[in-house]
Structure formats: structure tokens, C-alpha cells
């Protein structure tokens, strides 16, 4: 290390050299103070021993050729229990009466991953800040928290939320929770914890990546870091001191999302599962969901970037995709299967990406590269799913609970107008259970605090009422 560098705490100086990446002091000389305590702040967390695997992983790949094609030969789509199915082997109205015993209980806690940005869609901050309410204008977060309060209200239960925020969205959070007192939350049930960072590496040569002259390209560790996190934060005997015997996931940019209802906890509990999981039918090759495969006596999500195209568009005889099962993050797990999956080092294997990410040159000017020019690295939660001894997969229509938001307007699908076109149709479908019409082209919203379902909206508006103004419709 030269003098120029003499700063540098000699045990992350012998770290950098025995790894081959002093380059990323490169800057130093012309950093001040605060600078250099930014850069050595990244550097002291990373887990060199980690980075070497990231290192290896990374070189290994052949970013000339395409990876080999998973053989999913004997793979087929799982049988799947279907909600409010009559047929299903376990009457929904038993999964009812079973989720409402477990809500009533106390033993259902919550996590949410929110550590997506908002910059695709326009905003900046958390995701969950973006403002999805047909008429209201109500953000992610509200919508989401909001159903919450009303299941407490509903069952007369907490419903402990754990949230993971990432580096990009833990500060405004934090904000968010502080100004808006907890979403109405008590905020002895809410602990908020981050996910890691993983550093980006040069596609070419492994190497760690500037974007600016005192910090690090680093990216969130994918909604995998849930459970290293978690565990790490205390979450996991944090909820263990509130009771919670089972937890659902799921993931911020999904306002119709189902984790907490009634039959899909029901099912969960009476099939003595490990890992639940919801999807949706998936009709068209295209769709960008990963799919949910049954193959030699385990269950797995196989991303939809890594089903070649003529398994993608493969049909049964009766006309459904062969892997129809679309997966839309959204979970329930035993804390006891949670807690057995974090105590082990191997639970979460890494996933790689090849991406275009903005970088420093060595003359310090931003380059931001036309074509992928490095590998960044994630943890997918849903590989935990080959450990559970037993998997239970949920298919729930679409329409009912899965209407995400990851695309800017104008995208062909996941877009705001989308989103904003499924919760109205979502209003209008419990207005007309209720017996209320509306009229055409107006915009209709159930509030997520107080409506539930069709009984909430029967007490307070009559049979045969007849909406014609945009409005919130607004439980007792």
C-alpha cells in the first residue's frame, strides 16, 4: 500500500491486496475527509471471504455463451388447490374457518419487501411511496398497511410486520413510519430491518466497481436477503416473543396482494406445509413470471428468464401451458422452517445478473455502458422451497390479488394505468357482491382500512345504491 494510502486501517489494506483490488483506492489522494470515511465504510462490511466466491462465480461465467438450459424434462406444474374452489380436496369453507382460527390466535405475522426504488416509475425514494389509489391517491404503503389495520380490526388480533427496507429506501422508510405514525400500526408490532448490499464486479476481470470516486457500485442482495437479514436484525425471535407461529410474505409493488387472507391461511395450516405459496395461471408463453415445477419429490420457482422459449409455449392436451403456475411472490412459511433454513449457510444459493451498470473509468469520468459490462448477484427467497418437506401451492385468479407495479406508464403491461385499471375493477366487483351499481367510466375505491369484503361495504351503503360521482367507499 503506498503512502498515499497510509489512512487505510492495515488489516483492510492486507485485505484489499490479498484479494487484487487496491485499484479501488485508486481516488484516494483526491478524497477529503468525508469521502474517504464513505469508501472505508462499504469496504469494512464487505465479507472478503464471501467476495472471493462472488469473485470465482463471477469469472466462471461465459458471458459469450448462453447458460445451460435447465433439464426440467421431468418436471410438471404441482398440483394446485384453487381459491373458493368447491372442488378442491379441502372445502374452502373448512381453509376459512381454519385461517380465521389462526388470526384470531395471534400466530400470523407479516413481512414485507420493500426495498425497491421508485426511479423506473418517476419517483424518488421507496417504491412504497408511490402513489397508486384510483381516487384517493393513496401510496403503496397506505394501501397495504391500511389492509392490515383492517384485518387486526376484523379479528381483534396484532398482526406483528417485519419490513425490509435495502440501503436506497431505509432512511425514507424510517421517515415514512415516523410522519405517518407507523401507518396506523402500533409500532411495538413493527420492526424494520435492511437487507445487505453485494458489490457489482467487472464482468472481464472481478473486480470492484466505482461509481463515484469515494463510493462502491453496490446493489440489494434480491428479496432472498430476507431471511440472512432477518435472522440477523433479531426478527426472527422478535416475532417469536410476540407468539407467531407462521409468516407471510410479500412484496410492496402488489396493492391487491393476499398474504393474510383467510382460505390461503387456511390451507396452509390444515396441509401441514412448511412453504405455501400462491400463483396465478400463467396463459401466454411471455408472461414474465417464474413458474412453480414438482420434479424428483421437490417443488422449485424457476425464473421465467431461465425456461427456454419451446418449454415456455409447450401445451397439455387441454390446452394450458404445460408449466402454467405462475409464481407472484407471495408466501407463507412455518417460523420453525424459517428458523432451520437461517441457521444454515447453504439455504439461499447466489443468482448472477450481466447488467449495464454506470462506473468510473481510471481518468474518473462516469461511463454508462450501452451493452451489460458487469455481474451483479442476488438471493431469491423462493429457493428455500426444495428444503420444505411439505410445499402447498394456492392458484388465485389474478384479478383478485395480483395487479403489480413495476413498469413505467405507457409499458405494455405492470404499469400505472394497469394498476390503476385493477383496482377499480377489484371496487366494482365487491360493489356489485353488495348489490351497488356504478356507472359507467367513473372511478370507484374501497378503502383499505375499513372494507374488507362485501359484508363491510353492505353496512354502510344499501342494497341497490347507485354510484355516479368518483369516490372512496368508506367502512363503518
Given amino acids: 500500500m503506498t503512502d498515499a494510502h497510509a489512512a487505510v486501517p492495515p488489516p483492510l489494506a492486507t485485505a484489499l491486496a490479498h484479494a487484487g483490488q487496491e485499484a479501488v483506492l485508486r481516488f484516494w489522494p483526491t478524497l477529503d475527509a468525508a469521502g474517504r470515511a464513505r469508501l472505508l465504510g462499504q469496504l469494512a462490511v464487505i465479507d472478503w471471504h464471501e467476495f472471493e466466491t462472488l469473485r470465482r462465480l463471477a469469472l466462471a461465467r461465459d458471458a459469450d455463451h448462453a447458460p445451460t438450459p435447465l433439464d426440467l424434462s421431468a418436471a410438471s406444474t404441482p398440483p394446485c388447490l384453487r381459491l373458493r374452489d368447491a372442488a378442491n380436496p379441502l372445502p374452502p369453507a373448512t381453509a376459512i374457518a381454519a385461517g380465521e382460527r389462526l388470526l ?92 445487505h448490499d453485494l458489490p457489482t464486479l467487472d464482468a472481464r476481470f472481478g473486480t470492484l466497481l466505482l461509481d463515484a470516486p469515494d463510493h462502491l457500485a453496490m446493489a440489494p442482495d434480491g428479496h432472498g436477503g430476507m431471511l440472512v437479514a432477518l435472522h440477523e436484525s433479531g426478527g426472527l425471535d422478535w416475532f417469536g416473543r410476540h407468539g407467531v407461529k407462521h409468516l407471510a410474505s410479500f412484496q410492496v409493488d402488489n396493492p391487491l396482494a393476499l398474504p393474510l387472507d383467510r382460505e390461503f391461511l387456511g390451507y396452509h395450516l390444515l396441509s401441514k406445509a412448511d412453504f405455501t405459496t400462491q400463483v396465478v395461471l400463467k396463459r401466454e408463453p411471455g408472461e414474465r413470471v417464474g413458474i412453480v415445477v414438482a420434479q424428483a419429490g421437490r417443488h422449485a420457482v424457476v425464473e421465467y428468464s431461465d425456461l427456454s422459449p419451446a418449454l415456455a409455449a409447450e401445451r397439455r392436451p387441454d390446452g394450458r401451458l404445460r ?47 450501452a451493452a451489460p459490462n458487469a455481474i451483479k448477484f442476488e438471493r431469491f427467497i423462493f429457493d428455500l422451497m426444495p428444503l420444505a418437506d411439505r410445499v402447498t401451492v394456492v392458484e388465485i385468479e389474478a ?78
Fill in 399 to 476: 384479478r383478485d390479488g395480483f395487479a403489480p407495479l413495476k413498469n413505467p406508464a405507457g409499458s405494455a403491461a405492470d404499469a400505472p394505468e394497469h394498476v390503476h385499471a385493477a383496482l377499480v375493477d377489484h371496487a366494482r366487483r365487491l360493489l356489485a357482491e353488495a348489490g351497488v351499481t356504478v356507472a359507467d367510466g367513473i372511478d370507484v375505491e374501497l378503502d383499505a382500512a375499513t372494507i374488507l369484503d362485501a359484508s363491510d361495504i353492505a353496512a354502510v351503503l344499501p342494497r341497490g345504491t347507485h354510484i355516479t360521482v368518483p369516490q372512496v367507499i368508506r367502512g363503518a
Fill in 104 to 195: 384470531a390466535s395471534g400466530l400470523v405475522g407479516a413481512i414485507l419487501v420493500a426495498g425497491g426504488q421508485g426511479t423506473r416509475l418517476g419517483c424518488t425514494g421507496p417504491k412504497g411511496l408511490v402513489r397508486v389509489g384510483p381516487v384517493s391517491r393513496a401510496s403503496l404503503f397506505d394501501v397495504l398497511f391500511g389492509r392490515l389495520r383492517a384485518i387486526q380490526r376484523r379479528f381483534g388480533k396484532h398482526v406483528p410486520l417485519a419490513i425490509m427496507t435495502s440501503s436506497a429506501t431505509d432512511a425514507d422508510t424510517r421517515r415514512f413510519l415516523r410522519d405517518s405514525a407507523h401507518g396506523g400500526l402500533d409500532p411495538d408490532f413493527v420492526h424494520v430491518f435492511r437487507q
Fill in 323 to 369: 408449466f402454467h403456475a405462475g409464481s407472484i411472490a407471495v408466501h407463507c412459511f412455518t417460523k420453525a422452517f424459517l428458523d432451520r433454513a437461517a441457521a444454515r449457510t447453504d439455504s439461499l444459493p447466489l443468482h448472477l445478473a450481466h447488467k449495464a451498470v454506470p462506473c468510473l473509468d481510471d481518468t474518473g469520468t462516469l461511463v454508462r455502458p
